[in-house]
């Protein structure tokens, strides 16, 4: 029954991407050479102009937001820009998004990296915290982050470039590292298809299990995901990070040896390699 379940879950994960992956070609098929994105602010619409908004297809639910003045902040695309401009006046606050913020990658990344390893260097860091002891210890109620100097892990690393995320490549090294490290807790990369079945660029998707496999039995298991659109990195970077911290934290620390003693912890780190693929070479400095 077991391997039943996880062969019905990995068909539909696998048949609902390769359609999500259909779309994402498509769409690229239909995209403007060097389209560029801006972000406008419209000076306090009113709810009949944000509906002639929302009808000529702006997403206004993701992404845009009111600013202390009531004034509407907004990222469009140039097809975008160029529907607004036919019934409503506005001003360009960043002329162009993806050279703001990759100049803002390229200005930020080294300070980042020194505060990496600045956060590395705390070695002793204490657990001392304000919680009650009869809260403290259980895993479920660790969200107090202002209370707990959480150790980095070691091993955490931001890319090399590409606004400091890890790449495709990057990612794939991270989790040969992980096995190498740490063999009992963590498994070898494999594709997630039993078929072995690729994406349309070509790509195997991984996922690797962190348990401790000298424990046997049923254990819950749990699947972890990151990187399902292309520009979602943050998912990629905490993963990882949680990864480690799991992986170096378990000799001491009686919840994460509890967490991973008795679970099996799939991770997918990398949803969409083509996705994240053609993000660095749409933008290899981020943005």
């Known amino acids: 029954m077991k391997k039943i379940t996880q062969f019905l879950f990995l068909f539909l994960f696998f048949t609902s991407y390769l359609h999500s992956q259909s779309e994402h070609i498509n769409h690229l098929a239909k995209k403007t050479p060097n389209e560029i994105y801006k972000k406008i602010k419209i000076a306090n619409p009113s709810p009949e102009l944000m509906n002639k908004l929302g009808r000529i297809g702006l997403d206004l639910d993701c992404g845009s937001q009111f600013d202390s003045n009531g004034d509407l902040l907004i990222e469009v695309s140039s097809y975008e820009e160029a529907k ?27 300070q980042a990296k020194l505060n990496l390893r600045i956060l590395k260097g705390k070695k002793n860091v204490s657990k001392n915290t304000s919680l009650k002891t009869t809260t403290y210890g259980n895993i479920t109620h660790r969200f107090e982050n202002t209370e707990i100097d959480w150790v980095v892990p070691n091993n955490f690393e931001l890319g090399a470039s590409f606004g400091g995320c890890l790449t495709v490549d990057e990612t794939n090294a991270q989790l040969d590292l992980m096995r ?107 943005g």
């Open 84 to 110: 607004i401009k036919k019934f409503t006046s506005y001003k360009v606050v960043i002329a162009d998004m993806e050279s703001f913020y990759s100049k803002r990658s390229l200005e930020n990344l080294p």
């Open 180 to 286: 190498s490290l740490y063999p009992n807790l963590i498994t070898a990369k494999e594709n997630a298809s039993p078929t072995d079945q690729r994406t349309i660029g070509g790509r195997p998707i991984y996922v690797v299990k962190i348990s401790n496999s000298s424990i046997s039995g049923t254990k819950p298991q749990t699947l972890y995901t990151g990187m399902t659109h292309s520009r979602e990195v943050s998912s990629l970077m905490n993963l990882t990070y949680y990864m480690w911290y799991l992986l170096e934290n378990y000799a001491t620390d009686p919840d994460v040896k509890n967490l991973v003693d008795n679970h099996e912890l799939y991770f997918i780190p990398i949803v969409n390699p083509d996705g994240l693929t053609y993000n660095q070479t749409q933008s290899p400095n981020g």
